[in-house]
């Protein structure tokens, strides 16, 4: 049985980065894995009336179940909506396979990405193509992806980066009638992003301009874009944790590039640190605690936080809706 996102009450891409584009924000792409993390997402972007994309990897959708997550999709709309009427997508972040896209098309994603950027030029054409061509039968959006980001995320990993080349996104985007493209400018996945010690490299604005240039007016994409917030890497360090070394890509960075064509941006490390600072703090604070909801519940009010403040300040999509 096939299940559209619109019986969900979900929406797909288009509109979002439209308005986005226009209003020079970007729109918030934050990662969940359970059920208190996508409460602190719909709540925080409730409160900050932010449009709103939640995101699933292929990982993360094995953990949770196909079912379950198109249930906590509903469930997540009913309630934003009871306090603000924003508008939320779900998204396949980084799908690997025709055949995983299709799957979550049929199961009610409105939004899905085929990552071929490990493939040849070629062959990442004729996969994109092959998943639009499916997805857009169904109204659903399709997110492509040019140049390779190094670091550690889930299932994607890389050891080295590859900048997006800005002479190959005409042909990809013409090609294959894609969505949205993901470039690879600096960013990187993973919380360990940069040496220690060294000077944060700016990312590669120049090569963003030139891909503008090329395509204006098309919706770019940026994944690696946690920014490592020391705060929760003091949380976690000072209860027990051991997290060295860790570093993010500048906030003011990510702030400039949502003021260009950049109208989506990835978060999904800064949220882990969030939720894991909770979760130490309180356990640590209470050892003799047992019960999930005073431990989990700490957690989902710090991402919430959390998601607040990168709306308001970072992508700008706060009091957008």
């Known amino acids: 049985m096939s299940y559209s996102y619109r ?6 891409t288009r509109s979002m980065f439209r308005n986005a584009m226009e209003g020079k924000y970007a729109v918030p792409a934050y990662n969940f894995n359970n059920l208190e993390q996508l409460q602190a997402i719909i709540m925080g972007c409730a409160q900050s009336r932010s449009p709103v994309i939640l995101q699933v990897s292929k990982g993360a959708r094995n953990y949770a179940n196909s079912a379950l997550l198109r249930h906590m999709a509903m469930g997540a709309v009913e309630m934003a909506h009871a306090t603000a009427d924003i508008p939320i997508a779900l998204h396949l972040d980084h799908g690997d396979t025709f055949e995983l896209c299709k799957d979550c098309i049929d199961n009610g994603f409105s939004s899905v990405m085929i990552d071929g950027s490990h493939l040849s030029f ?10 639009v061509d499916y997805a857009h039968r169904y109204d659903v959006t399709v997110e492509g992806e040019l140049g390779v980001l190094a670091g550690i995320e889930d299932d994607v990993s890389s050891e080295v980066s590859h900048y997006t080349n800005p002479d190959e996104v005409e042909e990809f985007v013409k ?11 600096g960013t990187s996945h993973g919380a360990f992003k ?9 990312l590669r604005f120049d090569i963003l301009e030139e891909i503008e240039r090329r395509i204006p007016g098309f919706p770019i994409v940026l994944h690696g874009a946690s920014s490592v917030v020391p705060r929760y890497i003091d949380i976690i360090n ?18 400039q590039a949502a003021a260009s064509a950049v109208c989506k941006i990835n978060i ?16 640590a604070e209470d050892p003799s605690n047992f019960d999930p909801r005073k431990y989990l519940g700490p957690a989902r009010e ?7 403040h990168k709306n308001q300040y970072v992508l700008g999509s706060a009091n957008r809706v």
Do not use: C, W
């Not at 070629?122 to 998943?131: D, S």
């Open 122 to 131: 070629q062959e990442n054409k004729e996969l994109t193509k092959q998943v």
């Open 268 to 283: 999904d490390s800064d949220g882990r640190l969030a939720f894991t600072a909770g979760v130490r703090q309180a356990m």
């Open 194 to 202: 940069f040496q220690p010690g060294e000077p944060v490299p700016p």
């Open 7 to 12: 019986d969900l009450g979900l929406e797909n």
């Open 302 to 308: 710090l991402l919430q936080e959390l998601i607040i």
């Open 238 to 255: 000072a209860h027990g944790g051991v997290i060295e070394g860790a570093m993010g890509v500048p906030e003011e960075q990510l702030r």
């Open 175 to 185: 090609y294959t009638h894609v969505d949205s493209l993901a470039i690879s400018i």
